[in-house]
């Protein structure tokens, strides 16, 4: 069965620092991925799609890169921000209708 | 972005009665829309795809006589549970396609149901 998954440790980060999230998947040939974050009591917000023919995206302060043969994204938050503390959600389609399978997320938590 | 809003934000409920959760798309029409539930701690895990103006599709284990949907037009769907029970309690968000392009998709700001 196909799976995603996410470190389910909390990631404690000084401000200022790189934050590196991982996302591994088994039995899964994805077109591309997706990172989201999800805050308290909030739906998951959209941040970055990379598809598999790329390496890597960025945005801002975010980066993502898209490993198909070690099966593997890792997303970066660089100068992190305390803003930034939120749980970090990766995801993948199941088809080509939308329907996305999620991991369970890991949280970050940026200090001062 | 699209904005997709959610009604109520919260509800408390008794058991054995049915609540409806609404599911709005503000700024464009979405022919499809999904519904996921995600309880504490947990991923969110994918319940049902709702077609406007057909029957929804469920996925494997979900009741659909349990959780109604209904999306009558292109801007609404709504989700109905009947006859809640507290292990119904969860976090149901919904989400639809960007325009048609399921590259992407938004999510609303979910609904915290309660069932005592």
């Known amino acids: 069965s196909q799976k995603i998954e996410q470190n389910s440790e909390a990631l404690n980060i000084q401000e200022g620092k790189t934050a590196t999230l991982t996302c591994n998947y088994t039995n899964y040939s994805p077109a591309y991925l997706q990172w989201y974050r999800q805050d308290p009591g909030r739906g998951p917000v959209f941040l970055l799609l990379i598809r598999e023919n790329e390496k890597e995206k960025r945005k801002e302060r975010l980066k993502v890169t898209f490993d198909t043969t070690l099966k593997q994204s890792l997303f970066h938050i660089t100068a992190s921000q305390p803003a930034d503390s939120a749980t970090y959600l990766c995801?993948?389609?199941?088809?080509?209708?939308?329907?996305?399978?999620f991991g369970a997320g890991t949280q970050v938590v940026v200090t001062p | 972005g699209a904005v997709v809003s959610q009604h109520p934000s919260r509800v408390i409920c008794k058991s054995g009665t049915s609540v409806k959760i609404e599911c709005r798309s503000l700024?464009?029409?979405?022919?499809?829309m999904f519904w996921y539930r995600q309880f504490p701690k947990q991923s969110l895990m994918l319940m049902a795809t709702?077609?406007?103006?057909?029957?929804?599709?469920?996925e494997q284990g979900v009741e659909k006589d349990k959780f109604l949907i209904n999306h009558a037009s292109l801007t609404l769907s709504t989700l109905t549970v009947t006859s809640a029970h507290p292990e119904d309690s969860s976090f149901y968000i919904c989400s639809q396609d960007a325009s048609g392009n399921t590259d992407t998709q938004y999510f609303g700001p979910g609904t915290r149901l309660t069932v005592l």
């Open positions: 709702s077609n406007e103006g057909s029957k929804a599709t469920y």
């Open positions: 700024d464009f029409q979405a022919t499809t």
């Open positions: 995801a993948l389609p199941r088809d080509s209708w939308g329907k996305l399978q």
